[in-house]
Each structure stands twice: as structure tokens, then as C-alpha cells.
């Protein structure tokens, strides 16, 4: 039926998609699907042809193209009734492809959620509620240990690539961010320092586990504009409490969040610092304001 007859390089020239291109399309999202000449080369049929334009009008349109390959492989009644997927739904889908350990389809749902949404709402309204709600049921048997660490590794991963892309400018004020000491939940923390850095202050990220002497002693070494703590387990609060003199009198402004503070807010005060909020992005103009007025103070 849809006879191969066009070469790579005149889809090329009458689609104006380059060759390059619609091999790695092929390769990465299975579309489109040319038949092969005797010697192998592509032939590409007359619907193909229709289906790439109608790909680079979805691409046009804002739309990942990993999403764009599969609206074109589908019946039109079905595109017809495709709207721009909600917060809501593409967390669902999120937790599903995790569930399922499904790497490839957690990134198409991530790219499809980057290219429809802000930043903001893709960490706080999509990945943060999916690794509560898997925390929740792996808490409840329902997933299996093994998922839950391959799902957060790979969120993980997501976020360290995200605050690689962000870079701040030497010369930004800079904020220190790690994990209490005991602490192995970073993405939290991962989500502050992307955050921040597209704010545009440099961030220096420590991580999993810090020390607090050491943290101190980095902070005495670079004099950072403030030092942020995250703590998520009441293990790591206190061991947090253990080095209560040292935060308090560490001569440098001090921020704390995490579920552990989300549960005892008050605790930042006992350290000498300053509770933001139970999410990051709550957290930054409130932080932003605190300085603000701290140094209209010193003014
Ligand atoms: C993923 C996860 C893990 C992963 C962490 C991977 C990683 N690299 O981070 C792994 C598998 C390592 C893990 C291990 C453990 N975990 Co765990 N884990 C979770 C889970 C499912 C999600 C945590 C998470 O990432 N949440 C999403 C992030 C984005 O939310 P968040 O941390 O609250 O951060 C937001 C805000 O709080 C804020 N924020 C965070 N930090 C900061 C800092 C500042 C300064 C500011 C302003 C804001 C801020 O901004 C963030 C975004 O809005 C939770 C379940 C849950 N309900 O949260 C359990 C949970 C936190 N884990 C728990 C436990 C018990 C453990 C283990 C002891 C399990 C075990 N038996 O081995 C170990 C302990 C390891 C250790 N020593 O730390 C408990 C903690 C209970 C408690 N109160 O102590 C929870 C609540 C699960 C449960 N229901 O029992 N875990």
C-alpha cells in the first residue's frame, strides 16, 4: 500500500528536515518508519512524508518531539481530542512509567512536562507529589524497595543534569547547600540549587550526609551569603541537635527546610537560622526578602 519512494535526501529536500534528523527520529521515537530499498537504503512513502510535515507543525507548536511521534502514529479522531496535559495527569503518568521501571517513557513524560510547563511547577506540583505518593506506598507494601530506589536514582539523576545545565556567574553571591549529617535525601536539596541558580546566585552544592564541622568550616573558608540545610528524617534532626552550639554561633546566615523542619519548623530557631517553607518554590522570595531586609538593616 505505501509503496517507498522517496530517499532520505529528497524527504530532505521537500520537507526541509534533515537527514540527520529524521534518522535520530527514527531511532529514538520509531517514527517515521521507511521501508528499505534491496540495498538498504531508506525509501519513504507518500503518508510519511504527510506524517514528518505533521510532525515539525507539533514541534513548531511547542511540543516534545518524543509526544509529537506518537500523535502522528495515531488515529486523527484521537489527536483531535489531545489538549495540553495538566500538572495533575502528567504526574500520573509519571508514577505510572516508574512503576512500571520505565525509564524511556519517565523521560517522555518529563520532556513533555519541561516543554509545557515552568520549572517551578514541573519539581513542585509534578516530581515532588510522585516521590511522596511512591514514598507513601512503598510505606504501604504496594512497591516493591527496588522500585522506589530506581525510581528516585532516577529522579535523581534528572535533577543533578537539570542544575548542571543552570550555571551562575563567579561573582554571584553564593549559597551553600547540603544535607544534614546522616542524611541520604537529596532531592530536595537538588531542587533548592537548581532553583537558585536560575536565580542567578552561585550555589555551591555539598550534598548527602554533610558533617556539620565541615560544613562550618567550608562556610568559614568561602563566606557565602547563607548556608542551606535540608533534613528529611528525625534521625538526621538529631544529629543535627547534637551540634546545636556549633550552628548557633557560626557566624554566618543559616536556612533550614526539609520534611524533618517541615514537621518542627521551630527546630531552625534552636540553630540560630530561619524555617522557609515546606517547598522550594515558597522558599526563594521568602528567602530573597529575609536578605533584603537583613541588609537594609546593616545599611
Ligand atoms: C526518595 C526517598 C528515599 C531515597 C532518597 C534518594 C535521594 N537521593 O534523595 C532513599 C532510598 C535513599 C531513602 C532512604 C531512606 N529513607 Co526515605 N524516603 C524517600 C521518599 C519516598 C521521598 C523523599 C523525597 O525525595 N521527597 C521529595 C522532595 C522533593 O521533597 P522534600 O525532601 O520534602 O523537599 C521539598 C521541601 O521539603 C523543600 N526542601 C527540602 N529541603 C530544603 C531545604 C531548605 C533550606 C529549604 C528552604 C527547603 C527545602 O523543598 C523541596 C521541594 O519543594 C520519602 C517519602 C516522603 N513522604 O517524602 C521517604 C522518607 C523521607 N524516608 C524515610 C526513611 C525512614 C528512609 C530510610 C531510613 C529507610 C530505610 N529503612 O532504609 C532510609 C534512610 C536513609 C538516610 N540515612 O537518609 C522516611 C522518613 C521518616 C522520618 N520521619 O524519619 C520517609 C518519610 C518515608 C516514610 N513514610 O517512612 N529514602
Not at 90 to 112: F, K, N, Q, V
Not at 135 to 141: A, R
Amino acid at each position: 500500500m505505501h509503496r517507498g519512494k522517496y530517499t532520505v535526501n529528497e524527504v530532505e529536500d521537500r520537507t526541509s528536515v534533515p537527514a540527520g534528523t529524521l534518522r535520530q527520529w527514527e531511532r529514538r521515537y520509531g517514527f517515521p518508519r521507511p521501508e528499505r530499498s534491496s540495498s538498504g537504503y531508506r525509501l519513504y512513502s507518500e503518508e510519511d512524508l504527510r506524517g514528518i510535515e505533521a510532525m515539525k507543525r507539533h514541534i513548531a507548536d511547542g511540543v516534545p518531539a518524543s509526544r509529537a511521534a506518537e500523535l502522528v502514529q495515531r488515529p486523527f479522531e484521537d489527536v483531535a481530542h489531545d489538549a495540553p496535559r495538566p500538572p495533575e495527569a502528567l504526574r500520573d503518568s509519571l508514577l505510572a512509567a516508574l512503576m512500571d521501571l520505565d525509564e524511556t517513557g519517565a523521560d517522555r513524560i518529563l520532556s513533555e512536562a519541561h516543554a509545557l510547563h515552568p520549572l517551578e511547577v514541573v519539581l513542585v506540583s509534578i516530581i515532588q507529589p510522585t516521590l511522596v505518593e511512591l514514598g507513601e506506598l512503598w510505606h504501604q507494601g504496594k512497591v516493591a524497595t527496588t522500585t522506589e530506589h530506581v525510581a528516585s536514582s532516577y529522579l535523581h539523576g534528572r535533577l543533578r543534569s537539570l542544575l548542571s545545565l543552570t550555571t551562575s556567574h563567579r561573582s554571584n553571591p553564593e549559597i551553600i547547600i547540603a544535607c544534614a549529617p546522616l542524611d541520604q535525601h537529596e532531592l530536595g536539596a537538588l531542587m533548592l540549587a537548581v532553583l537558585l541558580r536560575r536565580q542567578g546566585y552561585r550555589v555551591t552544592y555539598v550534598g548527602a550526609n554533610t558533617p556539620v564541622e565541615d560544613l562550618l568550616m567550608l562556610a568559614q573558608q568561602h563566606q557565602p551569603l547563607a548556608v542551606m540545610i535540608s533534613a528529611s528524617t528525625t534521625e538526621s534532626l538529631r544529629a543535627l541537635r547534637e551540634h546545636g552550639d556549633a550552628l548557633r554561633s557560626a557566624p554566618t546566615r543559616k536556612f533550614f527546610g526539609g520534611a524533618a523542619f517541615n514537621a518542627h519548623p521551630d527546630a531552625a530557631r534552636e540553630f540560630g537560622g530561619h524555617y522557609l517553607s515546606d517547598n522550594v518554590v515558597d522558599a526563594i522570595p521568602r528567602f530573597d526578602a529575609l536578605v533584603r531586609s537583613a541588609e537594609e538593616e546593616l545599611a
